[in-house]
């Protein structure tokens, strides 16, 4: 009889608000230790929590974009635990009655389209970070991301498989960077995945005992410490044991799970309602306001991309992986470039630009309407499509317009069919055995060919005229 | 409006330009000699105090319960586990003390974390009643009622949970007012329950504690739990009257077991306010006798959870122990023994499996209590009420009987459990101890229960 795998995710994500969600302070990150902290985020004596609305609006947009109900009012709650980062000695997160409940993400999986509901969505304040190599033989504690506000997404147990659990995450991160929710860098902890795993026999309604995972920081970590960890609770449910309830921490470097101390894990939050902070209520108008100014999502984009543009499923697909580059092609589409060849420069030459820049299509200095100009001046012949990636190059390093840049580098292309004919009779001279062959019928050899007109021309040889004259003259003789 | 024009310029303790007859100099002497009532746990430095002439309060002293967070002076709460704290930011409260003109004499005493009703929870030592120096002076404003019945200063601000301004005030002497929950900000009180807690003055007389108290209301933005609610002129209400008002007497106010002695100067006071035009009825509040379990179920919930930050990490003073868990327990091992009964109280009930019963039954409880008053308060206007069944105990008298000590508070949890107004004002005396009587209004109500109180003070001045 075989087994299958039941998985739920708790996904932790940083939304990206200017203040912390309790006090004025700056989310900042990076800075110096206990550089953007005041009383109400240190938890000092007598201070008190006062909500910063634009985290609401964050959090809201993000539920929607599941298409989650949205509860008019919801409640704080305190969640008690003793931890060194944690300056209250609680955190207020929601508890009973969440912001959002009941909704569902769409994405491609091992079986096509797929989908995972979502429990719930809430809001909460982050805790502190321990600092074990400040001080010696002491750990330091800085509370600069102590009180920034998270959303905690909470799935049903909808997953079978690791291989779909990161495909489900790669869309859950795509949309809450599109919906402007989050900057979702994994390694600032943008967003913290823990997963809840069982096993049971095929065709068995009843859950098994589950194990929680926790801190894991990549996707790919997800997959590999559920793939061990399922092959762990096979082997034990094999052998006739049964699983016990445990919560387990993902070792990255070693590629191992150990298993939490038993007093790490034995929390009784006595959650309770949080009596510094009235009751959440959101307006009817603000759902409206935020259903509004929530943006096409990526699975919609992408479709549309391919109905509309006519693209191909990879072009479409990675023009939509972020709201940027889709932003970007858009735009070029927009001052008259063909679909197809816009695609391709943005998934080519712009991407490996970014790349090499770290850089994405928001950030690139090269902005659409000089692309736009630069595939204009390929389609009119004046530069060639591979001096154009070098223009490219020279854009985003120093700026300036295409057509100058051409002229001043001298790569305008060599039209004139005396200088073309003298370079192609050069070539094929120097190529017997090449010509041989194109003329035994291997046309492919072709390429080769323009490709040492090119190089003899240093460039500057227009390509097309360049492979007409080459198949001209190896016609005529 | 200006406390010292209206009030003490002419009063015979106060003179002006802030320093008192009994100035900080002569507080000290008293405060660190053998007569000690030990209500202050600091007193200010003169040399720091700069003498404003500006403002309602100008130059006006007023002494501050220490769990309320003060620039310059420690701010310890009564508790070792904050021996020595200064915060480094200012009460919303003090800040609008200071603008107003007035001086921060010093910090009072107090119940360790405001948790007891006698001031004798205090690491530091008791405060004695300046009535008679055997009795607990009430608590767990103990320390501010005292200075203010001793003369030290004419007004000050204590916090009131379950009766710990209202209970002091009755058992020296003086006036005590809580206002409406969310009326005073609580940003900078340090928290015992967040639900229930709420400054409150404390004055010599009703026009002093009002005066202190139109002062310090109002919305900020820092608590979540001010209201945006317009502040009336207390002054005002002082000399309104009570002609036409109507009183309620809460029949479960006055139980059978109730000391004659009590009843008959309530009866009195009932008396003088019909003289003065006031009309008087019984209304019944009947959820009132699970008021007290109610409340030491709610208030130690939000307590175990608000001490929690005092873990020795970053606030309480560290034990140093090998390992967190270990450092920990040592740490919060500090506390004093009502605070540790508490945590351990408010924890128990928050527990899973427990939260339905005891926290699920005390929130239902709750409103069942404010719903009593608000019916109440569709017929009546005020109530009048014992402010606590008895005059000030002897000091160690009811330390060991947690039971018998909670019941002090009983007539006076029920307004913090419903957020109403409550205020106390001296009725004269049984057995040569003051005894007060408490008035309790609508939410919002405070120039209601202030005008009744004026109006009983003004009666038995006449009479002397």
């Known amino acids: ?383 060639s499509e591979s001096a154009a990636k070098s223009v490219l190059v020279i854009l985003a390093q120093e700026g300036g317009n295409p057509s100058d840049i051409i002229e001043e580098q001298g790569l305008i292309q060599e039209r004139d069919i005396g200088q073309l004919t003298s370079w192609v009779t050069e070539v094929l001279a120097k190529h017997s055995e090449e010509v041989a062959r194109y003329r035994g019928g291997e046309s492919r050899i072709l390429g080769y060919l323009v490709g040492q007109v090119m190089n003899d021309s240093g460039g500057a040889a227009d390509p097309r005229l360049a492979r007409d004259l080459l198949i001209k003259q190896m016609s005529n003789e | 409006m200006s406390i010292r024009d209206e009030v003490l310029s002419g009063s015979e303790i106060l003179d002006v330009r802030g320093s008192a007859v009994l100035s900080l100099d002569h507080i000290k002497e008293l405060e660190g000699g053998q007569e000690s009532l030990n209500a202050f746990l600091a007193i200010a430095d003169p040399e720091e105090l700069e003498p404003y002439d500006r403002g309602p309060l100008a130059g006006v002293m007023v002494a501050l319960k220490d769990n309320i967070c003060t620039k310059g002076l420690p701010t310890t709460c009564g508790s070792s586990m904050l021996k020595g704290y200064r915060s480094p930011y200012e009460a919303t409260v003090v800040k609008k003390l200071r603008r107003a003109g007035g001086l921060i004499a010093g910090k009072t005493n107090l119940d360790e974390f405001g948790m007891g009703s006698s001031t004798e929870n205090s690491a530091f030592g008791p405060t004695l009643n300046p009535v008679d120096r055997s009795l607990v002076p009430g608590g767990s404003s103990g320390g501010s009622a005292a200075a203010v019945a001793a003369g030290y200063v004419r007004v000050a601000l204590g916090s009131d949970t379950g009766g710990s301004v209202r209970q002091p005030a009755a058992f020296c002497g003086v006036v005590g007012i809580k206002p409406t929950y969310g009326r005073v900000s609580r940003y900078g009180l340090i928290a015992f329950a967040s639900s229930l807690d709420q400054i409150g003055t404390i004055g010599a007389t009703v026009l002093e504690a009002s005066l202190l108290l139109e002062i310090v209301s109002g919305y900020d933005a820092r608590d979540s739990t001010s209201a945006q609610k317009p502040v009336p002129s207390y002054k005002d209400a002082v000399v309104e009257g009570v002609e036409g008002m109507v009183i309620g007497i809460p029949t479960e106010y006055f139980p059978e077991q109730l000391d004659p002695s009590v009843r008959a100067l309530l009866d009195e006071a009932c008396e003088r306010l019909i003289d003065a035009g006031a009309e008087v009825r019984p209304v019944s509040l009947p959820h009132t006798e699970f008021a007290i379990p109610c409340y030491y179920v709610l208030a130690t919930a939000e307590a175990s959870s608000n001490l929690a930050r005092y873990d020795g990490v970053r606030f309480g003073v560290r034990v140093p122990a090998e390992g967190l868990e270990r450092m920990y327990e040592a740490t919060r091992g500090n506390f004093g023994t009502e605070v540790k009964r508490r945590i351990m109280l408010g924890t128990y009930v928050l527990s899973s499996g427990y939260y339905d019963a005891y926290y699920g039954t005390a929130q239902r409880t709750r409103a069942s209590i404010a719903h009593d008053f608000k019916a109440a308060f569709s017929e009546v206007d005020v109530l009048l009420t014992p402010t606590s069944p008895t005059p000030a105990f002897p000091l160690g008298e009811r330390v060991l009987d947690p039971v018998a000590m909670y019941l002090s508070d009983i007539f006076t949890v029920t307004a913090n459990l419903a957020g109403i107004p409550g205020l106390s004002v001296p009725i004269g005396t049984v057995g040569g101890l003051p005894l007060g009587a408490q008035l309790l209004g609508p939410w919002w109500g405070e120039n209601h229960i202030i005008a009744a109180a004026g109006a009983l003070e003004a009666s038995y001045k006449e009479d002397t």
């Open chain 1, 1 to 383: 009889m075989s087994w299958e795998t039941v998985i739920g995710l708790e996904i932790h994500v940083r939304l990206k608000t200017e203040h912390k969600l309790f006090c004025s302070d700056r989310a900042v990150f990076g800075s110096e230790p206990n550089t953007s902290i005041c009383p109400v985020c240190m938890g000092l004596p007598g201070a008190l929590p006062v909500l910063n609305p634009e985290a609401v609006n964050l959090a809201l947009q993000t539920a929607l974009a599941f298409g989650c109900t949205i509860h008019f009012e919801s409640v704080w709650a305190r969640k008690s635990y003793f931890y060194p980062d944690l300056p209250k000695g609680y955190q207020i997160t929601q508890f009973e009655h969440p912001l959002a409940t009941k909704g569902t993400l769409m994405f491609s999986g091992s079986e096509g389209d797929m989908s995972v509901s979502i429990r719930r969505v809430h809001m909460e304040e982050d805790a502190g970070k321990l600092l074990h190599d400040r001080v010696p033989r002491a750990s330091a504690i800085d509370l600069n991301r102590a009180g920034t506000a998270l959303v905690e997404i909470v799935t049903e147990p909808d997953l079978r498989m690791p291989a779909d659990v990161r495909l489900f995450l790669g869309e859950l991160k795509q949309t809450l960077e599109y919906v402007g929710a989050s900057d979702c860098n994994m390694e600032e902890g943008d967003l913290r995945v823990d997963a809840n795993i069982s096993v049971r026999r095929s065709g068995s309604l009843r859950l098994g005992n589950k194990t929680e995972i926790k801190n894991v920081n990549s996707f790919s970590g997800v997959e590999r410490a559920l793939s061990l960890e399922i092959s762990r609770q096979i082997a034990t449910l094999d052998s006739g044991d049964t699983v016990g309830q445990q919560t387990l921490l993902w070792d990255d470097h070693r590629e191992e799970l150990r298993e939490m101390r038993l007093k790490e894990e034995s929390h009784d939050y006595r959650y309770f309602p949080e009596p510094d902070l009235s009751p959440l209520k959101v307006t009817e108008e603000q759902v409206v306001a935020a259903i509004e100014s929530l943006p096409e999502l990526p699975r919609e984009r992408c479709s549309r991309f391919k109905d509309i543009y006519e693209l191909k499923d990879y072009d479409a697909e990675v023009l939509t992986q972020s709201a940027a580059s889709a932003d970007y092609f858009e735009e070029l589409v927009g001052i008259e470039i063909d679909p197809k060849v816009a695609a391709k420069w943005v998934t080519g030459p712009l991407q490996a630009l970014m790349n090499e820049r770290r850089e994405d299509a928001r950030t690139v200095p090269v902005r659409p309407a000089k692309i736009g100009a630069l595939i204009g001046l390929i389609e009119r012949g004046i530069v």
